[in-house]
């Protein structure tokens, strides 16, 4: 039987990312399971903590075989579960279900660059197990009232086709350009962004109350302010053709100012959602047909990426951040 051929640089650092995110899921679990104070969430938490620690193990073992170094990651000393709860209930499971909606596209992404059988298995089963915990997070949200369905339409009784370009109209430059009202797709698109970043100003709200360096209670703060207006500026789109907005309930953050988390973890978390939020918003300009929106999307695309660009620099400042496995540098070994 022949012997596994050597992993891919591709698949190297694949593998590496996905270490990087699940140790820090894990970590974080660690705490929301400790805090949880409902039983059906506090099951969902502890199964899917039991279903992705074998992976972490896969993965270290793939890579001790191939005589690679194991990323540092997220360890015990990113996590203190013996603090105050940072969150009221619900806010828990409304993170681990966008959690999972981001793993959901790291690894149909990671798949398409895998060639070895084992790895693909790997990122297989996992999309598998996200899959499988996304639906049980929506689910409870819904049953608990703490999760917004998007708004219902008319069914449509005819198949229609654009008749001409001005169902492109809406482009902020020309005043004269009357904005159709918003297609089915687009409200999906938009009701998803608001939501996401709802779900995340929570997040780096609690973040910012807890931090222990005042550069990364000021950069979560930022970040804060850069949801929410986000999420003004896409409600007003919705209310605008009469659309109603997505609403949640519970999840806030409570008073508690002691962080259960590292600032080098929370730093990281941050980073992984402005990847998320860069996606999404990518996405929705690419299935965009009236003008305005694209334009609208690529302005928050540019506000993000400069917000997560001024997080590496504090990461790296502080030495928070792991470098991912290098290629070799062809000129310096020739010189």
């Known amino acids: 039987m022949s012997e596994k051929p050597a992993i891919t640089s591709s698949e190297l650092g694949t593998l590496w990312l996905t270490y990087q995110e699940k140790t820090m899921i894990l970590r974080m ?28 193990t896969k993965i270290t073992e793939t890579l001790q075989n191939e005589g690679a170094v194991i990323p540092v990651g997220f360890t015990l000393e990113d996590v203190n579960k013996e603090v105050p709860n940072l969150y009221d209930n619900g806010f828990d499971i409304m993170f681990v279900r966008l959690l999972k909606e981001i793993s959901m596209g790291l690894h149909s992404l990671n798949i398409t660059m895998a ?50 370009t001005n169902y492109l109209g809406g482009l902020p430059l020309n005043l004269l350009s009357e904005k159709r009202t918003l297609n089915t797709v687009e409200v999906a698109q938009l009701h998803h962004a608001v939501e996401s970043n709802m779900t995340g100003m929570q997040m780096i709200t609690g973040f910012a109350q807890c931090a222990n360096k005042e550069e990364v209670k000021k950069f979560f703060l930022e970040g804060a302010e850069i949801a929410k207006s986000i999420i003004k500026e ?42 998320f939020s860069m996606g999404g918003s990518s996405l929705g300009t690419a299935f965009s047909l009236r003008n305005d929106l694209p334009a609208k999307m690529t302005i928050f695309m540019k506000d993000i990426f400069e917000y997560a660009h001024d997080g590496a620099k504090i990461m790296i400042k502080n030495g928070w951040m792991e470098e991912p496995p290098q290629m070799e540098d062809r000129n310096q070994k020739m010189n």
């Open 234 to 275: 896409l409600c007003e789109l919705l209310l605008h053709d009469d659309i109603q907005t997505p609403v949640t309930s519970g999840g806030n953050p409570t008073r508690s100012t002691v962080a259960p988390f590292s600032d080098k973890l929370m730093m990281y978390c941050t980073s992984l959602f402005c990847s």
């Open 115 to 164: 060639y070895r059988e084992d790895i693909v298995m790997i990122f297989k089963e996992l999309t598998a197990i996200t899959q499988e915990y996304y639906n049980l997070c929506t689910q409870y949200l819904l049953e608990k009232g703490m999760l917004a369905r998007p708004p219902y339409v008319s069914m449509p009784k005819s198949v229609e086709f654009v008749k001409n």
């Open 29 to 56: 679990l660690e705490y929301f399971i400790e805090k949880a104070d409902d039983e059906k969430a506090k099951d969902i938490m502890s199964n899917l903590y039991r279903d992705l620690t074998p992976y972490v």
